[in-house]
């Protein structure tokens, strides 16, 4: 049973760990994350996900515009409420589906960070954003759907 439903704002990737993501018009989504992106079969974290609403709402918080993959997100999404997102929910996009293993990142913030936080000192991808990894393979386009689902309702 889907939860919520929403759009993909941009897909983003970066070349060098470490550093802001740049949005590209789709993504492919493999077994080990992002095909091309820096962090690519790195880790079980193999992608991450925040919103663009939160994104904007950051950006009024600390005066300064912030775009999409600033905060090193691999997908930006609108009109998901990712603050209802739990723990090992899936979200399926096409025909990739995610699911979420981790919320917030503090210990990457304890070195030098990345984009935003090494800049501001403050980053919203400490405690709400969502890291995934990948169940299903597929390809992802700015403006598809995102479908969110709760653990239990998982679909098969």
Do not use: W
Request: net charge neutral; with cysteine; hydrophobic share 35%.
């Amino acid at each position: 049973m889907i939860k919520h439903i929403g759009k993909i704002f941009s897909v983003n990737t970066s070349k060098e760990r470490g550093t802001i993501k740049y949005a590209l018009p789709e993504i492919l989504i493999k077994s080990q994350g992002i095909e091309g992106d820096a962090h690519y079969g790195h880790s079980d974290r193999h992608l991450s996900i925040i919103s663009i609403e939160r994104i904007e709402e950051f950006s009024k918080e600390i005066n300064t515009k912030i775009n999409p993959g600033e905060f090193a997100e691999n997908i930006t999404t609108s009109g998901l409420d990712l603050t209802k997102v739990k723990l090992h929910d899936c979200f399926r996009i096409g025909t990739a589906e995610l699911e979420v293993i981790q919320i917030g990142k503090p210990e990457v913030y304890r070195g030098d960070g990345s984009g935003v936080f090494r800049i501001i000192g403050k980053s919203v991808m400490l405690h709400e954003g969502l890291f995934c990894k990948v169940i299903t393979e597929g390809k992802v386009r700015t403006g598809d759907k995102i479908e969110h689902y709760e653990f239990s309702n998982k679909p098969n």
